[in-house]
């Protein structure tokens, strides 16, 4: 590999993305009440570190700790003699580091001097999900959606779109249960950001986001628009959720079965396509066409 001046733009982007996941993996290195747990999650984000140590080795250099420890680990924590030992080390060795507080959302890190990646947040206070955070735009962004080049299958059932699923590096859906359990608990907006088929930008922002709990069907309030997208979502206010397997739309077929459509707060249809197979579809915001989707919301204060 040559010297930064030989290299291209699009060879640095992807370094300083890896770099950054990195960062966030060490940012997210915490102690459990559970020692088995603090294991089983740091081998997890050590064979990450491992793979991609060519890159990263600038960075791991920061941490004395892990720099030291990172093969050992993987290979010796298999007692409990050394579960206690890899405790210990990381109560020592990155109290600087490791996040004691336990983030409600994504919003509640805007005063920590993060960047964007991935971190761990708790919508339930014992149960922590892992979700990708945009500190761009004002910070304190959660992703709820994300979609880049159909790697992740959105055909999914009721309860997957309820728990939430997918790859939060790449493609997935946050969760229907903790859309709730968030924006039940105080004003959330939501921003949508597009990219079409000819690679230009353009957004939507909704200062109005809720989505009721499971007995309402995960009915959806929104509005209050601003952006350059179109106010397309205004059709979808007041819609119940629908996928392949509980259909809560208005039209006579099951819209999220439509390749044309998806799950989805649909009504008679919708104007909004998001969640649609992309190997079949591009995705759809009124009549336009999209390749690159993100929505992702925040606490306002």
């Known amino acids: 590999m040559g010297g930064i001046g030989t290299r291209n733009k699009d060879e640095l ?10 960062m966030s993996i060490l940012q997210g290195i915490c102690v459990h009440e559970n020692p088995d747990q603090t294991v089983k999650q740091l081998l997890k984000d050590t064979d990450i570190i491992l793979k991609n140590i060519d890159v990263y080795k600038e960075v791991v250099k920061k941490n004395k700790l892990l720099r030291k420890e990172l093969k050992w680990i993987i290979e ?132 109005t ?14 509005g209050d628009y601003t952006g350059t997208a179109g106010d397309r979502m205004n059709y979808n206010n007041g819609k119940y959720f629908t996928t392949k397997d509980r259909d809560n739309d208005s039209n006579s077929g099951n819209c999220a079965t439509d390749p044309g459509y998806g799950p989805w707060w649909n009504g008679n249809c919708s104007h909004v396509a998001l969640n649609l197979d992309l190997k079949k579809k591009k995705m759809r915001w009124s009549n336009h066409n999209f390749i690159n989707a993100v929505m992702k919301i925040r606490k306002i204060n």
């Open 76 to 207: 010796e924590s298999k007692g409990q003699r050394e579960t206690s030992r890899i405790v210990d080390l990381i109560k020592k060795g990155v109290r600087d580091v490791c996040v004691s507080e336990k983030y409600r959302d994504c919003s509640e890190m805007r005063s920590k001097r993060r960047g964007s990646g991935i971190y761990t947040i708790y919508p339930e206070k014992s149960k922590g999900i892992k979700v990708y955070c945009d500190m761009t735009d004002g910070k304190g962004w959660t992703v709820i959606q994300r979609r880049i080049d159909g790697s992740t299958d959105f055909r999914r059932t009721w309860n997957e779109y309820k728990e939430g699923f997918g790859d939060v590096r790449k493609e997935y859906w946050f969760g229907n249960k903790y859309l709730n359990i968030l924006t039940s608990s105080g004003k959330y907006e939501l921003r949508v950001d597009l990219v079409d088929t000819n690679h230009r930008k353009t957004y939507a922002v909704y200062k």
């Open 13 to 22: 982007s992807v370094e300083d993305r890896r770099i950054d996941e990195l």
């Open 209 to 222: 986001f809720v989505v009721g709990d499971e007995n309402s069907k995960y009915k959806l309030t929104v």
